[in-house]
């Protein structure tokens, strides 16, 4: 007898083809575990908001508005909040009108929605490497055929791009977009500089480009900078996607897209076959934090908050990690990318981190091509101060008892393993 | 994660003439690596004991755990733990210690299965087939020079080669390699999940699993991965093998597979319930592999295949199961004690 366990086998789209059980998803059901200190989640720290003055929105909008905050909406989102987030946007020098907005599910839908307008099974997508793992998620559900172009401390490797650009015209073929988060980049933790801002708008403009640009820290720089956005450079040629999940609370499931008026239309008819429309109760809760509580404070508070995580593992992890490895230096926001000599395996050692009691986010996962062997992703925006600096200790004894144990298993043939500290000269490691 | 499940009775159920506890503990989760297979085993033992009208508590485990299980007055504990502390011995040693009566084989039956290197030399003296193997420690390669030795495992066992954990299930840290210039890389990935490796010779046939229930095989349940080996993904993702019951093979190998494996679960001492992997060659020998002491019972599991092949759902082999353990608590002895 021929036993199926899963009868419905021959029904699905080809786009759910690839997706399967994974290993490392089944090790991060141990790393939620609180003995665990986990640099996985990329989770904002909500401890750091002032909950009574949530608790005073939110019961606000039930008590004054609850009929419109319970009932349907229209698709595009609300007016109010598009023109509340107009000025979160003004307040980082990212252009916009309220009508150019779409409101969203989180950025992560906006993505989703995105892939959804753009991407036919095999087209083409410029992304950084490494990348957002569900920005990747978005893209490869839609079939599309994402192609990384390397990055260094100053963000994206621009001249790389057009390489690229060249070679893919040379073929016949062209991106149907670029993919990139030019602020304190997830996962690898850098901005793109000035100068590569303004010679990829420049590239856009000789290449009939489009941007994907997503940004949901653009306004967590630790002292309170913020960069020209490539929205601001060439608008007709950039969807930007902005969240309040990182400024506010992903709890409210709230982010945006700005696109070019045709591009929104497409977006919002889109979006209403998706979900019909957003939560009004979130949307309006929003609107009521952004109205009415000093978000621009609050901000402030997130941006001390990341500053001294971050410092704590910067500091740990030039205290504890063993020579040959490298890690980025962020200015901002939630990451440090991280990178082991060659001979360790990230996705193959979690498990002992696991059982050492410290968890990170393997490397591979932020590669559509199966690279990133050799690094790993440290968030630390959730776990508490002194938290990290155990976690970041524990990580360290992991790394030097296993750099150990590479060189004694692959005795004269280890692989590179003498690698000093060598910065950021060539790429992000790896 | 400490809920109630099932709308429950409040005391003794008879079913078939047999005594099914009144307030049963399904202990799944941990801090293991194999925490959520656990946690999937544990979901679908409650809700398939509550489906049939017995009073179920999941119970996760915890640093809260005894004080748990003492507090609330279990009858018994159904083990839907994988990985280490849950299949190695630990709990079994917990358990017996508050005399709460539990699924699954004791201490030392536990112990054994779960140090495959050792099992496997118990098969061995038992007359079963076993693959040739070696086994490397951490400790040979920091302080005894094992690399040097590395080149002579290919030379003596051939390839391809499987690499694995010494201890621990569900193919984490499993490779397959085709020759030695992976073994470096397979070792250290091995070594993530466990002190010591196994290298074995690859054996190349039919991949069966024999489930043994209170000393008798059930049908062989046959695995035919869709694509590359049982690995992981092969394993937990639905409708990527394809499995048979009772798998496709003589009736005369068949019967050989079936006594290998109540052979193995009587040479390690097992009791109640036990799976036997094993591969079947081109000659029809069977290979065992491994004892699984605390099989999965997910949706893709091969023991839940197994019985529904032996005409039993779920909840009721676990219901025989957990018969099976309350039996023990009145003085049966394990398997293997009178031996």
């Known amino acids: 007898m021929r036993l199926e366990t899963d009868p419905y086998l021959t029904r699905y789209a080809q786009r759910v083809q690839g997706m399967s059980a994974s290993e490392i998803r089944a090790l991060f059901a141990v790393a939620a575990r609180p003995e665990i200190v986990s640099f996985a989640g990329g989770m904002p720290a909500t401890s750091a908001l002032d909950m009574e003055a949530v608790e005073a929105v939110a019961a606000r909008v039930i008590r004054e508005t609850g009929a419109t905050a319970l009932q349907y909406g229209g698709g595009q989102g609300r007016p109010e909040l598009r023109r509340a987030l107009v000025e979160v946007m003004d307040h980082q020098g990212v252009p916009a009108h309220a009508d150019d907005l779409v409101i969203t599910v989180g950025g992560q839908q906006a993505l989703e929605l995105i892939a959804k307008c753009f991407i036919d099974p095999g087209d083409i997508v410029l992304a950084e490497g490494p990348t957002y793992v569900g920005g990747i998620g978005a893209l490869t559900s839609h079939q599309a055929d994402i192609r990384h172009v390397p990055m260094d401390a100053d963000g994206l490797q621009v001249d790389l791009l057009e390489e690229r650009l060249h070679a893919l015209a040379a073929e016949g073929r062209r991106a149907k977009f670029v993919y990139v988060i030019p602020n304190h980049q997830n996962p690898a933790g850098v901005s793109m500089s000035i100068e590569r801002r303004l010679r990829l708008a420049e590239l856009a403009d000789e290449h009939d480009l489009l941007i994907l640009e997503d940004d949901p820290y653009g306004l967590l720089t630790f002292n309170g900078d913020t960069l020209p956005s490539i929205r601001s450079l060439v608008p007709s040629r950039v969807i930007y996607v902005g969240t309040m999940s990182k400024t506010f609370a992903p709890g409210v499931r709230t982010g945006w897209i700005v696109a070019p008026r045709p591009i929104r239309d497409k977006l919002v008819l889109l979006r209403e076959a998706a979900d019909l429309c957003p939560s009004n109760l979130t949307q309006m809760v929003v609107e009521g934090w952004l109205t009415s509580q000093p978000w621009r404070e609050q901000i402030k508070r997130f941006r001390e908050v990341y500053r001294d995580k971050a410092d704590t593992m910067l500091g740990a992890l030039g205290d504890e990690m063993p020579d040959g490895v490298t890690w980025t230096v962020p200015v901002g926001a939630f990451y440090v990318w991280l990178t082991v000599p060659r001979g360790i395996d990230t996705s193959d050692l979690l498990a002992k981190a696991i059982s050492n009691r410290v968890a990170y986010v393997p490397g591979r996962g932020f590669y559509a091509d199966g690279s990133g062997g050799n690094q790993m992703r440290l968030c630390f925006s959730y776990p508490e101060v002194e938290r990290i600096a155990e976690g970041v200790q524990r990580l360290g004894e992991l790394l030097h008892a296993e750099l150990e144990l590479v060189t004694a298993v692959y005795g004269d043939d280890a692989p590179q393993l003498r690698a000093r500290r060598t910065g950021q000269a060539s790429g992000l490691g790896g | ?339």
């Not at chain 2, 005391?11 to 946690?39: F, K, N, Q, W, Y």
């Not at chain 2, 504990?77 to 210690?97: F, M, N, V």
């Not at chain 2, 052979?263 to 319930?273: C, D, K, Q």
């Open chain 2, 1 to 339: 994660m400490h809920g109630a499940g099932g709308d429950g009775t409040d005391g003794s159920d008879t079913t078939e003439g047999r005594t099914v506890a009144g307030s049963i503990a399904v202990l799944s989760g941990g801090i293991s690596l194999e925490r959520e297979v656990s946690l999937r085993s544990g979901g679908r033992v409650a809700d398939a004991l509550s489906d049939r009208g017995h009073q179920v508590t999941r119970v996760d485990v915890d640093p809260n755990l005894i004080r748990t299980l003492e507090e609330d007055h279990f009858d018994v504990a159904y083990l839907a733990l994988h990985g280490s502390a849950g299949e190695d011995g630990t709990i079994q040693s917990l358990l017996e210690l508050i005399g709460l009566p539990y699924t699954g084989p004791d201490v030392l039956a536990s112990s054994i299965a779960w140090n495959k290197p050792i099992a496997q030399g118990l098969y061995g003296r038992h007359g079963l087939h076993v693959p040739d193997r070696v086994t490397l420690s951490q400790q040979a390669f920091r302080e005894m020079g094992a690399s040097a030795a590395v080149d002579r495992i290919a030379d003596s066992l051939g390839s391809p080669l499987v690499v694995k954990p010494a201890t621990g299930g569900s193919s984490l840290g499993l490779s397959i390699i085709q020759d030695a210039t992976a073994l470096p890389q397979a070792i250290v990935g091995a070594f993530s999940y466990a002190e010591v490796v196994l290298i074995e010779r690859f054996v190349a046939g039919t991949e069966i699993a024999v489930t043994v229930l209170d000393g008798q095989a059930l049908p062989a349940v046959e695995i035919q991965p869709k694509e590359g080996a049982y690995d992981f993904a092969a394993r937990y993702t639905a409708g990527a093998t394809e499995f048979h019951a009772p798998a496709r093979l003589d009736p005369d190998v068949l019967a050989a597979c079936e006594q290998a494996a109540v052979t193995a679960y009587t040479a390690i001492g097992a009791r109640h319930l036990s799976r036997a992997d094993m591969i079947v060659d081109a000659s029809g020998t069977p290979w065992i592999l491994e004892i699984d002491t605390c099989p999965g019972m997910t949706g893709t599991s091969l023991v839940p295949m197994a019985a529904a092949a032996a005409g039993l759902d779920v909840g009721e082999l676990c219901e025989r199961v957990l018969d099976l353990a309350l039996c023990d608590r009145a003085g049966r002895p394990p398997e293997g004690d009178s031996r």
